[in-house]
């Protein structure tokens, strides 16, 4: 949970380019937004991990909406792609965000579970909204890391070095 609107994306997507620059395996989804002057705050669109496709999960319900913009069949084709790209030979699995969707059991919730059946670390954003419902799923699962780019890092690289040494 970082402090900042989008701050947990920008991080995400941060470490995402970290791994893949150092030839980790990683698949899930990074956030990225865009200002959106006449229609409300932002597009929100998610890049499916690691080359594609980018895919907009923000439908535009006007300047003056108030309701949640999020597109669930667009998130819902966004957890496809990402279910369907987890094999065991994953490294790294990131998560922008356990929102409301996976709270409620859908979004990706399910894409979490298979990749913990895999032993694959899940990195998810969340915010103080869902965070007790995303506690709840994980349960003793959850480890939470300082919302900084090197605290994330260094978590990443600790894991790694310790399944090399299990090998």
């Not at 979490?112 to 694959?120: C, E, G, K, P, T």
């Not at 890391?145 to 690289?157: E, F, S």
Request: proline share 5%.
């Amino acid at each position: 949970m970082a402090p900042g609107r989008g701050d947990t994306d920008l991080m995400m997507q941060r470490l995402s380019n970290f791994l893949l620059d150092r030839g980790y395996r990683v698949a899930g989804t990074v956030q990225v937004n865009s200002d959106r002057p006449d229609d409300g705050p932002c597009d929100m669109d998610v890049k499916v991990l690691p080359d594609g496709p980018v895919i907009r999960i923000s439908q535009s319900l006007g300047g003056q909406s108030k309701g949640c913009r999020l597109d669930p069949s667009a998130l819902e084709k966004a957890v496809g792609h990402v279910d369907a790209s987890l094999t065991k030979e994953t490294d790294f699995l990131i998560i922008n965000k356990f929102g409301k969707h996976e709270a409620e059991g859908r979004g990706f919730r399910s894409v979490i579970a298979n990749a913990l059946a895999l032993d694959i670390p899940v990195i998810v954003g969340t915010n103080g909204l869902n965070m007790g419902a995303f506690l709840d799923f994980a349960g003793d699962f959850a480890e939470e890391i300082a919302p900084a780019a090197d605290a994330l890092q260094a978590w990443c690289m600790q894991y790694a070095r310790d399944m090399a040494e299990a090998v």
